[in-house]
């Protein structure tokens, strides 16, 4: 992997600051030969921890203090949090697979092959027309045009355009309900009844 040299050098600052704080001898020598192949990288890590400068070693906090997580070890302890957090998104998306192929299958769901199963929309909606103040009750799709036609308890028969969703016209005149809306099919569409 081909790391930049702003990757570059956030790492080895990450890797100055974690030597620096593990006890021992061996740990701070290792530090010192960082610093010496890479100072800017270091320098930089010093003067935001606000470290002695001169022996590359950051200054003592009292004892009472709590001691500073080195970045490189919040990073390395992120990462199998996040590993675990993808093996359960895995298997949510593999049981919500398992489920949907359950759902299309005709062995196991007798709905699913029935040339009587109601073609009912899936989520998500491409448009949500609102225009009626009521319930409603029938809806019918142009046989040529991309126009649909609903019928609801408000007394009105409505118009829509389906690919914008935009609302094209209202017919009122109904005393109750409209329970059933259609197009003529032999002339084409020509006719819409209620």
């Not at 002695?52 to 009472?64: I, W």
């Not at 070890?73 to 998104?89: G, H, M, N």
């Not at 109904?174 to 209620?194: I, M, P, Y």
Request: hydrophobic content about 35%; glycine content about 6%; charged content about 20%.
């Amino acid at each position: 992997m081909v790391l930049t040299d702003r990757q570059r050098s956030d790492l080895h600052a990450g890797i100055h600051e974690y030597l620096l704080s593990q006890p021992g001898e061996s740990f701070h020598l290792a530090a010192e030969a960082l610093f010496a192949a890479d100072p800017q990288s270091c320098q930089r890590n010093l003067s935001t921890n606000n470290g002695d400068e001169e022996n590359h070693r950051p200054k003592t906090k009292s004892s009472g203090a709590s001691a500073k997580v080195p970045l490189l070890e919040k990073k390395w302890t992120a990462v199998p949090r996040l590993q675990k957090k993808i093996l359960e998104l895995e298997r949510t998306l593999s049981s919500s697979l398992m489920n949907s192929s359950t759902m299309n299958d005709p062995k196991k769901n007798p709905l699913a092959g029935s040339s009587n199963r109601r073609m009912l929309p899936r989520a998500p909606a491409q448009h949500a027309c609102s225009g009626h103040s009521a319930v409603i009750n029938t809806v019918a799709i142009h046989p040529l045009y991309p126009i649909a036609a609903s019928g609801s308890e408000d007394c009105s028969v409505k118009l829509w355009d389906c690919e914008s969703g935009a609302f094209i016209k209202s017919f009122r005149g109904h005393t109750q309900a409209v329970n059933c809306v259609a197009f003529d099919v032999e002339e084409k569409g020509r006719w819409l009844v209620s």
